[in-house]
Antibody, heavy 119, light 114 residues
């Protein structure tokens, strides 16, 4: 079965960087884009970016341009999300998500990774 | 960018009664080449990732109870829970998939028991 397993919670200081991983299994890694969505405490869902695992080409939301980087490792079927220059407003749960086999809607989600930014 | 809005922000419904959530997009989500609306509905419970309920605006995802239904086309959409159950208490989000790849979400509607 399809699984997306994310790395564990992180606590960072303002100005630092964080890397969250999303290890996939149960399907052909290069066939489906992986998206990243975040959710601040008590807030809604915010799309951050997407990566094509086959080409490695990322696309980012304008809000995060210059601060976010998505990469992938085809040997381990893992996608990485790097976010730099962290501020307290980046405290959130970060999710990776994959569309369904036959449509673009997010069927599969990682369990979420809480990133806390605090001095 | 396509902007998604939802109404109401929250609602409380008695068990067994109908709950209706509205979602509006700033531009049409109807793709003329295949006549499909690129709109999905999600349910999110505390501490869990969102769960896809409805796609193509009105197609129920496998395993989703038939008390959940979606309707609408173009820019106006509705999610209806025909008979609210206790386990339906959650926040519901719409999401547009028309403006690839930036698939924006609505702000969410919180559903509680009255």
């Amino acid at each position: 079965q399809v699984q997306l397993v994310q790395s564990g919670a992180e606590v960072k200081k303002p100005g630092a960087s964080v890397t969250v991983s999303c290890k996939t299994s149960g399907y052909t890694f290069t066939r489906h884009y992986i998206h990243w969505v975040r959710q601040a405490p008590g807030q809604g869902l915010e799309w951050m970016g997407v990566i094509s695992p086959s080409t490695g080409r990322p696309t980012y939301a304008q809000k995060f341009q210059g601060r976010v980087s998505l990469t992938r490792d085809t040997s381990t079927n893992t996608v990485y999300m790097d976010l730099t220059s962290l501020g307290t407003e980046d405290t959130a749960v970060y999710y990776c998500a994959r569309p369904g086999d036959d449509y673009p809607f997010y069927v599969y989600w990682g369990q979420g990774t809480l990133v806390t930014v605090s001095s | 960018d396509i902007v998604m809005t939802q109404s109401p922000d929250s609602l409380a419904v008695s068990l067994g009664e109908r709950a209706t959530i509205n979602c509006k997009s700033s531009q049409s989500l109807l793709y003329s080449s295949n006549n499909k609306n690129y709109l999905g509905w999600f349910q999110q419970k505390p501490g869990q990732p969102p769960k896809l309920l409805i796609y193509w605006a009105s197609t129920r995802e496998s395993g989703v109870p038939d008390r959940f239904s979606g309707s609408g086309s173009g820019t106006d959409f509705t999610l209806t829970i025909s008979s609210l159950q206790a386990e339906d208490v959650a926040v519901y989000y719409c999401q547009q998939y028309y403006s690839t790849p930036q698939f924006t979400f609505g702000p969410g509607t919180k559903v509680d028991i009255k």
